[in-house]
């Protein structure tokens, strides 16, 4: 029976355990929160929506309790402080670095063999921590954010053809911030047909600007960061390890040479397996394309440097 991990009982970790119960993507799912009671009365509530929902995941909620995450297939890793409006997720990294390493340490004692999937912002950054910390292969330490970011993507591209978003492909690839996202317009299809047949070019750089600033957007909507779609895609990517479904979503993934940059963690599309993040996908980018690339790449590698400046590496 597999077993998945999700460190932090707020909205995303909530969001993403409540995913998962409903599908049914493993028999067994902890919720681990430093709050008192919290996973536990998250947990509770979702477990009194199984009849509800038809579901039979075998659900537990505990407080810092690392002995029951303990063999865990799957651990993902929600903790730490989201922004508010008018932050960006790089302002996260004092906070969060520290909350993140101790998580991992934890996390390290009980399941030696999971595979890690980092959510907490600055997200590129604190799977790089993650991995340098916990000393795994680097397909087993990997983040999510492509998947989400591809997914509003897809969802604004949907609402300017006024198509359905599952007709409309998309990807998002580059680091997971404001300025660093590289939404692939020249990629983007509807039913296989590039979007620049449908969409003129004014449009689909809208859509692009958009797409970028989509978590911020949500973040002043909302006075905190979202939940629903990071949660769902965080789910998702679980869904694609346990089943070892070799479904492509772009990824925080180590890149050795792929996209002209070596030894750095940084979004691209990889397939997911039961081995984690099995196999970047290197796809030819436009010369805007590749420039915005290595801009992005500049971007993170300049805010991991922050890691050894606040001493967390
Ligand atoms: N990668 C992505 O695409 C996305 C990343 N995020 C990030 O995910 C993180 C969580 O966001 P939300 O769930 O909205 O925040 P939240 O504040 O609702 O939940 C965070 C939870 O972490 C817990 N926590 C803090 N320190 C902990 C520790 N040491 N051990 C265990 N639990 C601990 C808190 O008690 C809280 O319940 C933020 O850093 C946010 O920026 C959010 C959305 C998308
Ligand atoms: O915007 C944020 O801070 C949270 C996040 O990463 C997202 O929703 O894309």
Redesign the pocket.
């Known amino acids: 029976m597999s077993k998945v991990t999700v ?7 909530a969001t993403c355990v409540n995913a998962m119960a409903i599908r049914e993507t493993a028999g067994e799912i902890v919720l ?4 008192e009671g ?1 996973a536990e009365g998250k947990v509770l509530d979702m477990y009194q929506t199984s009849t509800l929902m038809d579901f039979d995941t075998n659900l537990l909620g505990v407080t ?1 309790d690392y002995a029951k995450t303990a063999g865990s297939d799957v651990v993902v890793i ?6 508010k409006p008018g932050m960006s ?1 790089e302002d ?1 990294i004092g906070v ?1 670095a520290g ?1 993140v390493k ?2 991992v340490t934890n996390i390290l004692k009980y399941s030696p063999d999971a595979i890690l999937l980092i ?3 600055p ?1 590129d950054t604190m799977t790089t921590l993650a991995q340098k910390v916990s000393g795994l292969p680097t397909n087993r330490v990997f ?3 492509g998947a ?1 970011d591809s997914a509003r993507f897809r969802g604004y591209l949907a609402k300017a053809l006024g198509a359905s978003a599952n007709d409309v492909d998309g990807m998002v690839i580059g680091g ?1 911030g404001d300025t660093t996202m590289i939404p692939l317009v020249s990629k983007a299809s509807y039913k296989g047909v590039p979007v620049s047949e449908f969409l003129d070019e004014k449009t689909l750089g809208e859509i692009a600007a958009a797409t970028m600033v989509g ?1 911020a957007t949500l973040t002043k909507m909302l006075g ?4 629903y779609a ?1 949660g769902a ?1 965080a789910a998702r990517i679980v869904e694609s390890i346990i089943n070892d479904e070799k479904k492509v979503f772009p990824s925080c993934v180590h890149l050795e040479g792929q996209y002209g940059q070596d030894d750095l963690y940084i979004g691209a599309p990889a397939v997911i397996g039961r081995n984690g993040a099995e196999k970047v996908i290197e796809i030819n980018l436009n010369e805007t394309e590749k420039a915005a690339f290595a801009k992005s790449a500049e971007a993170v590698r300049n805010t991991n440097k922050i890691l050894h400046e606040i001493g967390a590496l």
């Open positions: 460190v932090g009982a707020g909205n995303v970790g681990l929160d430093i709050k919290l810092n929600t903790s730490g402080m989201p922004r997720r996260l969060n909350i101790d998580v959510v907490s912002n997200m983040g999510m954010g989400l997971h978590g905190t960061s979202a939940w990071p895609a």
